[in-house]
């Protein structure tokens, strides 16, 4: 009897063994398509780095295209692009190259005989203290400063003329032209000669709203007599404390191709004006543009 059970239990232990074996058979067959899609996805993960490395590339190479791209636009700009044979007084020798307007130095922009401002250029302005006349908004500060410094030295500066549009420059210099032709003087010569006193249109600080004609008590005529004033002598001593130059000199008629202007001051910024009045410069020889 006990033999019997001592076979029974033998074979119930084999039969256990084998059912456990089967199943861990079983188990490791389910677990391999795990496996088998880990393996799949590593090529998906590596596909997914190169796709990530590729874009990253992409972009690095995109990125240098569009600098290439802005710098070559920036040399394009710099460079003197003339007004061509087509410019309206052409027929008088003008042919000025379009001024590069730089955001970050724009109280420094040139405009001159040889340098005219941009098609479409604009300016924001502002009033000036005390007058309707205005000028580049950024400049109104300083100017509204410098004009109660010399208010409180008792020096009365008047405004005359401060930002002019292109359109009011353009009729302004024909009449000019118009009167010099009435002298006898060729449609050519009479330009010529217009250009001295009015700049052309667009090529005037008036037009940018850097630049104000001053008056002073007793003396609002734009003259020359203008220099024998008090509130001359001051602003001699003083604008540039304020970023103000005497922009058109009797010495330097040469260069700046402007007749002596003792009224008309241009704002260039404090430390550009401090530089230019020390080293006794124009705004073409201070910019290296004489």
């Known amino acids: 009897m006990n033999k019997i059970r001592l076979i029974l239990l033998l074979g119930l232990c084999i039969f256990i063994a084998i059912l456990s074996i089967g199943y861990v058979t ?24 190169e796709n990530s490395t590729a874009e990253s590339s992409t972009a690095e190479e995109t990125t240098a295209e569009n600098t290439t791209a802005q710098t070559t636009v920036a040399q394009t700009t710099a460079q003197p692009v003339t007004m061509g044979n087509n410019y309206e007084y052409a027929y008088a020798g003008f042919n000025p190259s379009v001024a590069v307007v730089d955001s970050e130095k724009w109280n420094l922009l ?20 005390g ?23 008792g020096i009365s500066l008047i405004p005359i ?3 002019r549009t292109v359109e009011r420059q353009k009729g302004n210099f024909e ?35 850097l630049a104000m004609d001053f008056g002073t008590d007793g003396n609002t005529s734009l003259t020359e007599t203008f220099a024998n004033t008090d509130a001359f002598k001051w602003l001699s001593e003083n604008a540039a404390d304020y ?21 008309h001051w241009r704002y260039v910024g404090v430390d550009a004006a401090k530089e230019i009045v020390a080293q006794g410069v124009t705004l073409e020889e201070y910019l290296g543009m004489a």
Do not use: C
């Not at 490791?28 to 590593?42: A, H, I, L, R, V």
């Open 161 to 163: 003329s401060g930002y």
């Open 26 to 49: 079983v188990g490791m067959d389910e677990k391999q398509p795990e496996e088998t899609e880990t393996t799949t996805q590593q090529p998906e993960t590596s596909t997914a780095a």
């Open 175 to 209: 009449r000019k032209i118009d009167y010099y032709e009435t002298l006898g003087y060729s449609k050519a010569q009479a330009t010529q000669l217009a250009s001295k006193i009015i700049l052309m249109p667009g090529t005037s600080e008036h037009n940018a709203g």
């Open 110 to 129: 040139l405009v001159n005989q040889a340098y005219i401002l941009p098609d479409g250029f604009t300016v924001k302005t502002a009033e000036v203290s």
């Open 131 to 153: 007058s309707s006349q205005t000028m580049d908004y950024r400049v109104v500060p300083h100017y509204n400063d410098m004009v109660a410094a010399a208010k409180a030295d």
């Open 243 to 263: 970023g103000f130059i005497l922009r058109y000199e009797k010495e330097t008629q040469d260069i700046t191709k402007v007749t002596y202007e003792p009224w």
